[in-house]
């Protein structure tokens, strides 16, 4: 089974700080994603990439920055954290770009104080 | 641009009966794909079904089905014979095929389904 996993379930951290979330897979998938959600806005795609040093913006890119310096490992940075970014923060990824079938990790709820 | 809308935010079913997700969709694209994903409780969120838009058929996984209505662009999900373990979050989700954004998902808000006893 392919197995995702992420560095922290649960992460406090305050407004300004710099913050890394990391993401790792274990089954060679070429493409990873980070996603935030909300209630009420169910999932939204921050970045994605599609290669290593490669990556794409999604739909809400503002504040953030990714960096996949190895296949496995796709980290989202928050350059200086604000409370609007208070959030649980989902990493998938697939092994084909275009069959939809994504893995996910257990999630980061990130809170901002 | 694409939209998902999942209009029904909670629902609940008795174990062991038939629950009907629904979920609409916006799109001008006729080759796509859409997917059901759950997310347990505290548990990774997981695929449960896809359906290929070029396909009349309805997609089945065991006790899970889905109803296309393409013309409508509605997409519900059945849950047959409820259990308690699908008691979770169901994200609908559309992907297009070709493209500006082609592979990326877009989801609907979700619906949260509570299975009782």
């Known amino acids: 089974d392919v197995k995702v996993t992420q560095s922290s379930r649960y992460l406090v951290k305050r407004t300004g700080e710099k913050v890394f979330l990391e993401c790792v897979q274990d089954?060679?998938?070429?493409?990873m994603f980070w996603y935030r959600q909300d209630p009420g806005l169910g999932l939204r795609l921050i970045y994605f990439?599609?290669?290593?040093?490669?990556?794409e913006k999604g739909d809400i890119p503002e504040g953030y920055s990714v960096s996949r310096e190895k296949k496995e490992r796709f980290s989202l940075i928050l350059e200086s954290a604000s409370t609007n970014q208070t959030s649980m923060y989902l990493c998938?990824?697939?092994?084909?770009?275009?069959?939809?079938?994504?893995?996910f990790g257990p999630g980061t709820r990130l809170t901002v104080l | 641009a694409q939209t998902v809308t999942q209009s029904q935010p909670e629902m609940s079913v008795q174990e062991a009966e038939t629950v009907t997700l629904s979920c609409t969709y916006d799109?001008?694209?006729?080759?796509?794909?859409l997917f059901w994903y759950k997310q347990p409780p505290s548990r990774q969120m997981i695929l449960v079904i896809r359906?290929?838009?070029?396909?009349?058929q309805n997609a089945t996984e065991n006790r899970f089905s889905v109803n296309f209505q393409k013309a409508a662009k509605s997409f519900s999900l059945k849950i047959s014979d409820s259990q308690l373990g699908d008691t979770a979050m169901y994200f609908c989700?559309?992907?297009?095929?070709?493209?500006?954004?082609?592979?990326?998902?877009?989801f609907g808000q979700g619906t949260t389904l509570q299975v009782k006893p």
């Open positions: 998938a990824s697939s092994l084909l770009s275009l069959d939809g079938k994504q893995f």
């Open positions: 089954m060679d998938h070429e493409n």
């Open positions: 990439s599609y290669d290593v040093k490669m990556k």
């Open positions: 799109t001008s694209e006729n080759n796509y794909y």
């Open positions: 359906q290929e838009a070029y396909k009349q």
């Open positions: 989700a559309f992907m297009k095929l070709r493209g500006r954004n082609t592979g990326k998902l877009i």
